[in-house]
């Protein structure tokens, strides 16, 4: 069964300083993952997604991804934050349609 | 583009009441999602459809979750009846389809509470 793991269930960096945010999934097939926001009292959004190809995503609001098969990890990264990011970001992972979230990561901007 | 919308958006009951959410999807998008969010946990599928039939409930708790899509455009959910452990967010989201890269659009959540 798939499975995704976010080991640090929150972070806070100052505003400016660069962001790694961890995930780590289990799939027996090629992923296809997923990287969200959820801002307080908001549904979802989708930040970047991978499925092949080119192993570093890029989506949106400056965030980026890197998918590393060996190490079955797909983390985020953001180089400069901006107080906005502060927000809850989730992990997937998808197969036939369904999702497998992680328990999120918040992420607190310090001034 | 109007997004996913959901109603109400805060219900607060008593356990043993019955409870009703209902979900408007995006116009045109033929999957829709049920997903229970506990406080401190990421999302959990409860129930999806594709148009009006169930393509994936192992996760509902059907002894007292429901759910239907009768015209295969909005949705509701039921909880009958509703249980301490039931106090959630739940989320419906949306997908043009069921493919695994179709990108799933959320609604703002319902937010209920049971006492």
């Known amino acids: 069964a798939q499975s995704v793991t976010q080991p640090d269930i929150h972070i806070t960096v100052s505003e400016g300083a660069s962001l790694e945010l961890r995930c780590n999934y289990s799939?027996?097939?090629?992923?296809?993952l997923f990287w969200y926001v959820q801002s307080p009292g908001q549904g979802l959004q989708l930040l970047l997604k991978?499925?092949?190809?080119?192993?570093l995503v890029q989506g949106i609001k400056g965030f980026e991804a890197e998918f590393k098969r060996s190490q079955s990890s797909f983390n985020l990264r953001k180089p400069s934050v901006h107080w906005s990011d502060a927000a809850e970001y989730f992990c997937?992972?998808?197969?036939?349609?369904?999702?497998?979230f992680g328990d999120g990561t918040t992420l607190t901007v310090k001034p | 583009e109007a997004g996913v919308a959901q109603s109400p958006r805060y219900k607060i009951i008593e356990k043993r009441q019955s409870v009703a959410f209902w979900c408007n999807p995006i116009?045109?998008?033929?999957?829709l999602y049920w997903y229970q969010q506990i406080l401190g946990q990421g999302p959990k599928l409860l129930i999806q459809?594709?148009?009006?039939?169930?393509?994936?409930d192992s996760q509902l708790p059907k002894d007292r979750f429901s759910a239907e899509r009768l015209k295969g455009v909005d949705s509701t959910l039921k909880i009958q009846p509703a249980k301490l452990e039931d106090s959630a967010v739940y989320l419906c989201?949306?997908?043009?389809?069921?493919?695994?890269?179709?990108?799933?659009?959320f609604g703002p959540g319902t937010r209920l509470l049971v006492l």
């Open positions: 989201a949306s997908s043009l389809g069921q493919g695994r890269g179709e990108t799933q659009y």
């Open positions: 799939y027996g097939a090629t992923p296809y």
């Open positions: 991978y499925f092949s190809g080119d192993t």
């Open positions: 997937a992972v998808k197969d036939a349609g369904k999702s497998t």
């Open positions: 116009s045109g998008h033929a999957t």
């Open positions: 459809f594709q148009n009006n039939g169930v393509v994936d």
